[in-house]
């Protein structure tokens, strides 16, 4: 049984970094063709994908925030993390991750945590 | 990037047919494949993906759910509807880096 779960800061102030990580169960990110994925969605908006990672540390990045994204992770304990840099109001928003596979299909989701950036 | 439209609404009656389509202004086939996937998110949970690549169903989905299409123009029929599936729908391609639409919300009469 696949099962992921995100935690973060809840609230944090603009300008601060935010840190995420995603405990999964279920699958290895060190099996070939695994990945995990970061979606975030502000409250009662759409899907933005942020960035994945593969099992051979391969890394994607949503160009329109590339430069304030670092996506790692840590195989031995089933985690996957996402580092924003510099956030501002706009970054209020439920964060997802999810289990991604050769088609990168997000076939996995976890609940989501609500970050809200606010001073 | 890949654009995918989807109109933002679609209201159905009980027992009949939904279609939900969703348009890309690039070609998202690849070797025998259309990296067009679809998901169901309900109010206050988590999406869940129903079909992939275009026409596949995913594991759990009931078969009310189908999904086809190719190129640049992919559809989602629900048939019949049932009060349950009220909620969004998403499409998401992965032909390149992955981009979603932006929703249909679809309301059961």
């Known amino acids: 049984q696949v099962t992921l779960k995100e935690s973060g800061p809840g609230i944090l102030q603009p300008s601060q970094t935010l840190s995420l990580t995603c405990t999964f169960s279920?699958?290895?990110?060190?099996?070939?063709?695994?990945?995990v994925g970061w979606i975030r969605q502000p409250s009662g908006k759409g899907l933005e994908w942020l960035a994945n990672?593969?099992?051979?540390?391969?890394?994607y990045y949503n160009p329109s925030l590339k430069n304030r994204l670092t996506i790692s992770k840590d195989t031995s304990n089933n985690q996957a993390f996402l580092k924003i840099t510099n956030v501002d109001t706009a970054d209020t928003a439920t964060y997802y991750c999810?289990?991604?596979?050769?088609?990168?299909?997000?076939?996995?989701w976890g609940q989501g945590t609500l970050v809200t950036v606010s001073s | 990037d890949i654009v995918l439209t989807q109109s933002p609404a679609l209201a159905v009656s009980l027992g009949q047919r939904a279609t939900i389509s969703c348009k890309t202004n690039?070609?998202?086939?690849?070797?025998?494949?259309?990296?067009m996937h679809w998901y169901q998110q309900k109010p206050g949970q988590q999406p869940k993906l129903l079909i992939y690549?275009?026409?596949n169903l995913a594991s759990g989905i009931p078969a009310r759910f189908s999904g086809r299409g190719s190129g640049t123009d992919f559809t989602l029929t629900i048939d019949p509807v049932e009060a349950d599936d009220t909620a969004t729908y998403y499409c998401?391609?992965?032909?390149?880096?992955?981009?979603f639409g932006s929703g249909t919300k679809l309301e059961i009469k």
């Open positions: 999810a289990r991604i596979g050769p088609t990168t299909r997000f076939a996995y």
């Open positions: 279920g699958f290895s990110l060190s099996t070939y063709g695994m990945g």
């Open positions: 990672i593969w099992w051979d540390d391969d890394k």
């Open positions: 690039q070609n998202v086939d690849y070797y025998g494949n259309s990296y």
């Open positions: 690549l275009a026409s």
């Open positions: 998401q391609q992965s032909r390149n880096l992955p981009t």
